[in-house]
């Protein structure tokens, strides 16, 4: 066997130490040994992914009261601080010069922070160490990824949203790092420190968003990665939609307006993320995930009867920051049940009507309350998820959250349009994913504003040529299912089948359009049609007309808004620019 450095053998037990050693890996060796020193962990266990390894780390996670047992045997619960319920914008930074819309420190002085705050973190810890691909572990464009940290909660997340891939790992040096602690949980000292290198720092933050570094934290590095390398690297759910026959679309909508709700609607191969390339000049995408972290608000049997189906049959769930009810079951806000009396919740003992101490009513779940879960707990999954070629995308949609102006569905004129018009214009009402006054209009290319780690302007210009290379481009569509009028929203939960299907409709040549300035709408007759197919419903002339009027004065000022962003930013390609002024009404 390999002479392991002490701080490792002093910590693996003979079983750990002959699993490392397998992996004849010294760089791996050299990697955890320094971050063992660094943290200084009691022992180090290595989640190789089998069966016993998750039993191992679902009873750590109990016993150090991270996840607490619910009647459901396969069913727990975990609380994060009442602080630390969603993404933390500014504790989140890229270690890089600086980058316009993204928090950055200089490279020195923030790995000297957080190092800090790591240092001895893990004392009387256990730290366990997961090996992950992202994508298929079986295609060659997987990439690896190695997760430290204290916390087993963190772990078994991971081991439920990614593929376990440690053989992978024998010789291998290119792997992205991810080292988190819990530390103090003392919010004042949270980090998360992104190396585009190629390693994320995070302690004293266990919301899974900024903890299981394999979700966003990896994002921001695979990000990087493609903009360097010529690939996309999206934060897009990805889905099949029938017509004659399957089609693969991508949809980028930020958190809280629609994403989930929409993958729901096809056969499902990602809910969040998306890794798409150029094989042989066709656009293939596959999920890096393996699993769904998504938000449990609203959720109810009657709008969402698939995810409510994963939530109540015998599969593997993690609730987090829902209301534990006496029983041992658990309830969230919009479930459609009665509002319990009392129970526990993120904030600690809670009751119907307990206020915090500003006077404000402590609702029974927080608002950015989740649900983990496996992909294969969905009916609608699509087999095609663990494809290695990925899927062929066909069409693209960019969504967003806005209640004054952008009809519910339009199709880009071509690749450019669609990219900067549609994607890189995306401004939608805040999400409850990030803290801050919701429903504030933001700024949000391509739903990337939180994930963004190179310039917008490098980004584009990414994105741009991507297209051009292709044999085939996706077509782009722009929606929005929350536009209204003085008397409230103008579309049903529901009208999205439609609009999915329009877009399978276009991609096969069935249906019409009609020409405006900001794209192509669908005709009233194509809608009519599709409403009473797929939805068994009439249409109106005047929904249709209330829906797809082009609110011209609302197009004209975001479009302002969006070309003095893109002017203010030193990089901006001048096609964008030009793209903007061509769309300027
Ligand atoms: O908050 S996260 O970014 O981790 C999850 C999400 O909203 O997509
Ligand atoms: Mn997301």
């Given at each position: 066997m390999e002479v392991f450095p002490e701080s490792l053998r002093g910590r693996l037990s003979s079983s750990m130490l002959s699993k490392l050693n397998q992996l004849n890996n010294n760089y791996l060796v050299t990697f955890l040994s320094s971050i063992v020193e660094l943290c200084e962990p009691d022992s180090v266990y290595l989640v190789e992914g089998t069966g016993e390894d998750l039993e191992y780390v679902k009873r750590r996670a109990l016993e150090n009261g991270e996840e607490i047992p619910l009647r459901n045997r396969n069913h727990?619960?975990?609380?994060?601080?009442?602080?630390?319920?969603?993404?933390?914008?500014?504790?989140?930074?890229?270690?890089?010069?600086?980058?316009?819309?993204?928090?950055?420190?200089?490279?020195?002085?923030?790995?000297?922070?957080?190092l800090g705050i790591l240092k001895g973190s893990m004392r009387n810890r256990e730290m366990f160490v997961g090996f992950y691909s992202l994508g298929p572990v079986?295609?060659?464009?997987r990439i690896l990824a190695v997760q430290v940290t204290d916390s087993a909660y963190v772990i078994h997340s991971e081991l439920m949203l990614y593929r376990s891939a440690f053989k992978e790992f024998r010789g291998n040096v290119n792997f992205l790092r991810f080292v988190h602690s819990k530390g103090t949980?003392?919010?004042?000292?949270?980090?998360?420190?992104i190396d585009l290198d190629g390693t994320v720092y995070s302690v004293n933050t266990t919301y899974a968003g900024n903890s299981v570094g394999l979700k966003k934290l990896a994002l921001r590095l695979t990000l990087n990665m493609a903009v360097k390398e010529g690939w996309l690297s999206e934060h897009m759910a990805i889905i099949g939609i029938?017509?004659?026959?399957?089609?693969?679309?991508?949809?980028?909508?930020p958190s809280g307006s629609g994403k989930t709700s929409t993958s729901m609607l096809g056969k499902l191969i990602s809910d969040d993320l998306a890794f798409i390339r150029n094989v042989e000049g066709s656009p293939r995408a596959w999920n890096p995930e393996s699993g769904v972290f998504g938000i449990i608000h609203g959720i109810n049997s009657r709008d969402d009867p698939i995810i409510w189906e994963v939530l109540h049959q015998n599969d593997e769930v993690i609730f987090s920051n829902v209301l534990l009810k006496p029983d041992g079951t658990?309830?969230?806000?919009?479930?459609?049940?009665?509002?319990?009396?009392?129970?526990?919740?993120f904030a600690g003992e809670w009751w119907k009507g307990k206020k915090d101490e500003n006077g404000k009513p402590i609702p029974a779940s927080h608002p950015n309350a989740r649900f983990t879960v496996r992909l294969t707990s969905f009916r609608n999954l699509d087999p095609r998820y663990e494809d290695p070629k990925g899927v062929e995308v066909e069409a693209m949609i960019f969504g967003v959250k806005d209640y004054n102006t952008l009809v519910p569905i339009a199709e880009a004129f071509d690749w450019g349009?669609?990219?900067i018009t549609m994607g890189a214009s995306m401004e939608s009402a805040r999400t409850s994913a990030v803290l801050g006054k919701s429903d504030e209009m933001e700024f949000n290319p391509m739903a990337l504003l939180d994930f963004i780690s190179v310039s917008l302007g490098k980004y584009l210009s990414n994105y741009l040529d991507f297209g051009k290379r292709l044999s085939k481009t996706p077509r782009i569509y722009s929606a929005n299912y929350f536009l209204k009028d003085e008397k409230g929203f103008l579309n049903s939960k529901e009208d999205k089948r439609v609009w999915l299907?329009?877009?399978?409709?276009?991609?096969?040549g069935k249906a019409d359009s009609i020409r405006t300035p900001i794209g192509y709408i669908p005709t009233y007759d194509d809608l009519f049609r599709l409403f009473s197919q797929v939805l068994g419903k009439g249409y109106s002339r005047e929904s249709y007309e209330a829906q797809f009027t082009i609110r011209l004065k609302g197009y004209k000022e975001k479009f302002k808004r969006i070309k003095d962003i893109y002017l203010s930013i030193e990089d901006t390609p001048s096609e964008v620019i030009e793209i903007l002024d061509r769309q300027l009404l």
């Open positions: 727990t619960i975990h609380f994060d601080h009442p602080l630390d319920q969603a993404r933390a914008r500014e504790d989140t930074f890229i270690l890089s010069g600086k980058i316009p819309f993204v928090n950055t420190k200089p490279k020195e002085e923030g790995l000297k922070e957080v079986n295609s060659k464009h949980q003392d919010i004042k000292k949270r980090r998360i420190a029938d017509g004659e026959r399957t089609h693969y679309i991508t949809a980028s909508f658990v309830y969230w806000e919009g479930s459609g049940e009665p509002e319990p009396e009392k129970g526990v919740n349009h669609g990219v299907r329009w877009i399978a409709d276009r991609l096969e």
